[in-house]
């Protein structure tokens, strides 16, 4: 049963099943105070009758308890049997449980419950663990108490010996940690508050610190063992486009990025770098200067972007770059002719070309490189690992990886989810940007939002409407869209504005073809779902219509709004609702308006979401944590993160003497979840 509902297969799982709470014996409440708004409430009192009510599924025992204010209802749907046999009238008892109003009576259903002893007298702890446990092991009358007592005499038989410590002693002894035995017991049974503050600190880090150990070594052991190609120089072509055709001076955090990925380069072990960048904060440059970083040391390379129109771009904006340098480079994609494939093909097999743009068509199997040395990742949420491994089939030393997203992901995510990365991060836009100005309407406002949208295109700009792509409904996401869509065409009805049109039903040459059409200015329109390409750079559209916008999540409405305020005039974004949206939607809303900064509304989308659901990390198991939480515990982690990766820089084989009882645990940990080695 405790296997089945809780995963509780062994002593040492017992011990992990840690409370979700500790309640104070002494405080014991009244009867009468229970209000509509009580929660969870203890009491005391006489069991004064129970009875069964009801017939069929309704059908349930209750209960009377009365203390010296009144009288409470206890009810029972299921484990009718054990209550009747344990249960006696006349007897005094002590229950816990959530409150609630039936025929207006105060009510607690499938209390937990047990015999009552006045506080202290039978010696025990003043605070008395709650364990989470299911309906199912409640109607066995296996409630948080009987778990309690389960673990309790466990916790009486188990030895220091038992519960080795596994953390350095260094580092409990700067840290102030717990040690581990006395952790478990105070967990569980803590003498005061004060003593279960420190143990939850302790195991809080244990499990923060073990996970970033794991991360760590996978990092190091990439940078000590692997092999890389070494790009030792800083050569010809960089500075030649570095000072005379880069048409501006680089931001701080570019500069920054740059030396890191030189750096990384240089050391003759692969690089494996994940940059993130907001929205326009000019990751494309960053990638041209490595990638010609890689050509200054003979190496070939390749960005792979997750769209043709984003190829298309990046090709476009780079050649446009090094036209009057000697480097050639080309474009590959699914719509590549069949000739000029073949010239790429060979050109790249015989390094002729030294740079290669272009979708999955780059790693597809037919495409060999005579040297390649970097590979760069655009928009990488879009790109699966299996298709990233296939990279390595390409040479025979692995080469750099640079992998570039313009999702931004807090700090502390960033650290769990992809730890065993080196990460760099860009948070700082090109100078002279006029930060987009964002507001919420309500549908009843649309006249007026039009007329606005209206006078902008009348200066000679372009707009986008996007429309929500509801996951459960592909057929009503396409009605919404055409309605939409016939919307608009009522509102600007003259024939000096066209309208282009994008969405997932459309053959792929039609959505490249309407995107091509907006992006060259053809159209002033854009009415699209979101398949609107991410990265999409049309710096002369200055407006955005978000229509139901509470449909979308913060990290979606922030990418969305990444496509406008890409030029020199002021952008607007838009947010339309209908009335009924919620309260967390209008939250999403009201973080949308007051700030620009893509790591801020990350930080609070994982605040309102939690980590589970945010995009890309939901099958990472690094965020699986029993007691620590990468939102409420954020300094812990940072603390975590340094101890973890200065002890694996000093001792990545965890070969010395006072790092063996962690090299143990691991190991043992390894086993157990058949995670991968530890050598
Ligand atoms: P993203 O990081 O979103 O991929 P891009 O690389 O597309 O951003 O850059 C956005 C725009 O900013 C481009 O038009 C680019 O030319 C411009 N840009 C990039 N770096 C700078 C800079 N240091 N100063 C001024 N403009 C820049
Ligand atoms: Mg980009």
New binding site residues.
């Given amino acids: 049963m405790l296997k089945k509902e809780l995963e509780i297969f062994t002593f040492a799982d017992l011990l992990e099943h840690f409370p979700n709470r500790h309640i104070d014996k002494t405080k014991v409440s009244r009867i009468r105070d229970i209000g509509p708004h009580t929660d969870f409430i203890q009491v005391a009192g006489t069991l004064i009758n129970y009875e069964m009510i009801g017939a069929g599924r309704g059908k349930r025992l209750v209960a009377q308890l009365k203390d010296a204010s009144g009288v409470l209802e206890l009810a029972w749907f299921q484990g009718i049997g054990w209550v009747t046999r344990n249960l006696h009238v006349g007897s005094d008892y002590l229950v816990f449980g959530k409150t609630g109003f039936f025929n207006g009576r105060p009510q607690i259903v499938h209390p937990e419950i047990e015999v009552y002893v006045p506080a202290n007298a039978d010696g025990k702890s003043f605070l008395e663990p709650v364990y989470p446990s299911t309906e199912k092991l409640k109607a066995r009358a296996l409630n948080g108490r009987q778990i309690g007592k389960l673990t309790q005499a466990l916790l009486s038989q188990v030895q220091p010996k038992d519960i080795k410590e596994n953390l350095p002693q260094a580092i409990l002894g700067s840290l102030q940690l717990m040690n581990r035995y006395e952790a478990y017991q105070h967990i569980h049974f803590p003498a005061s508050n004060e003593l279960y503050e420190r143990a939850m600190k302790r195991l809080k880090f244990e499990e923060l610190f073990i996970a970033q150990v794991r991360m760590n070594l996978v990092r190091l052991q990439r940078h000590k063992v692997s092999r890389g190609v070494v790009f030792a120089k800083v050569g010809e072509l960089f500075n030649t486009l570095y000072s005379a055709y880069l048409?501006?001076?680089?931001?701080g955090a570019?500069k920054r990025v740059l030396k890191e990925i030189r750096t990384d380069t240089a050391r003759g072990h692969q690089m494996n770098r994940l940059l993130q960048?907001?929205?326009?904060?000019?990751?494309?440059?960053?990638a041209l200067l490595s990638m010609l970083l890689a050509a200054d040391n003979g190496y070939q390379s390749c960005l792979m972007a997750p769209t043709e129109i984003l190829s298309q771009q990046h090709f476009t904006?780079l050649s446009e770059l090094l036209k009057e340098m000697p480097v050639e480079i080309a474009l590959l994609t699914g719509s590549t002719k069949t000739r000029e494939r073949k010239r790429i093909l060979k050109g790249l097999l015989d390094d002729t070309i030294h740079m290669v743009v272009g979708t999955h068509a780059v790693i597809e199997e037919v495409v060999q490189f005579k040297n390649l040395g970097l590979v760069i990742v655009?928009e990488q949420h879009r790109f699966g690992v299996a298709q990233r491994a296939r990279l390595w089939e390409k040479a025979t030393i692995p080469p750099h990886v640079l992998v570039?997203t313009?999702t931004p992901i807090p700090r502390t995510l960033a650290m769990t989810a992809y730890g065993d990365l080196d990460y760099s991060v860009?948070d700082e836009l090109?100078?002279?940007r006029k930060p987009i100005t964002t507001v919420h309407r309500n549908e009843t406002a649309r006249a007026k939002v039009m007329d606005f949208v209206r006078s902008e295109i009348d200066k000679g700009r372009q707009a986008y409407f996007i429309y929500p792509l509801i996951e459960e409904s592909e057929k009503m996401s396409y009605e919404d869209l055409m309605q939409g869509y016939e919307q608009v065409k009522c509102f600007f009805p003259e024939p000096k504005f066209s309208i282009s049109m994008v969405h997932g039903r459309q053959p792929s040459v039609q959505k490249e073809t309407n995107m091509q059409r907006f992006v060259k200015g053809d159209t002033q329109i854009m009415v699209s779902t979101t398949v609107i390409e991410v990265?999409v750079?049309v710096?002369n559209a200055s407006v955005m219509v978000i229509e139901s916008s509470e449909k979308f999540g913060l990290s979606q409405l922030h990418q969305l709004r990444?496509r406008v305020g890409?030029g020199s005039e002021q952008s607007f974004c838009i947010l339309l609702t209908g009335l009924s949206a919620s309260k967390e939607a209008r939250e999403r809303i009201k973080i949308m308006c007051a700030t620009n900064d893509g790591f801020v509304i990350a930080e609070k989308d994982l605040e309102i979401r939690g980590p589970g659901d945010i995009e890309g990390t939901r099958q990472s198991g690094a965020l699986n944590f029993k007691i620590a939480s990468i939102v409420h515990d954020k300094e812990l982690l940072e603390l975590a993160r340094n101890e973890a990766e200065k002890l694996v820089e000093e001792d990545v084989e965890l070969g010395m003497a006072k790092n063996s009882p962690l090299k143990i645990f691991l190991q043992g940990q390894g086993r157990k979840n058949g995670w991968g080695k530890i050598s």
């Avoid at 048409?247 to 931001?251: H, K, N, S, V, Y």
């Fill in positions: 048409p501006f001076e680089l931001t570019q960048g907001d929205v326009g904060s000019g990751k494309t440059i960053v904006g655009d570039m313009a860009m090109p100078p002279g990265g750079n710096p990444g890409r």
